[in-house]
């Protein structure tokens, strides 16, 4: 596999725009899969820069636009680093525990 799709469809489903990150596309980033997702405030954090050409605003209208510029750039390792780079950098268990030590401490 070189793409991963997040087929959460935003504008026909509103209450989808709140949903958070799934393990799957975390999953699939941390493996250096190309992730093409909605845009939604939860996946800002977790889509480098190198990838924010691949979320897609309207489902029906541009997820298929999205879909066919991921395979073509399904080789670039660039991207793919980036990717997998983000994941292995935010989403570890050094900073989750961190993360909730300082809950607990606050």
């Not at 935003?10 to 909605?38: D, F, Q, T, W």
């Not at 050409?53 to 670039?76: S, T, Y």
């Amino acid at each position: 596999s070189d793409i991963f799709i997040d087929p959460a469809n935003v504008k026909k489903y509103p209450r989808m725009y709140n949903a958070g990150v799934s393990s799957a596309l975390l999953e699939s980033m941390a493996c250096g899969l190309i992730p093409v997702v909605s845009n939604r405030p939860s996946i800002d954090w977790i889509i480098p820069e190198e990838a924010k050409q691949f979320i897609f605003e309207d489902f029906e209208v541009d997820l298929v636009d999205k879909l066919e510029l991921a395979i073509n750039e399904r080789h670039n390792k660039k991207i793919k680093d980036a990717v997998r780079k983000v994941v292995v950098d935010n989403c570890n268990w050094d900073v989750n525990i961190q993360y909730i030590i300082n809950l607990l401490n606050d």
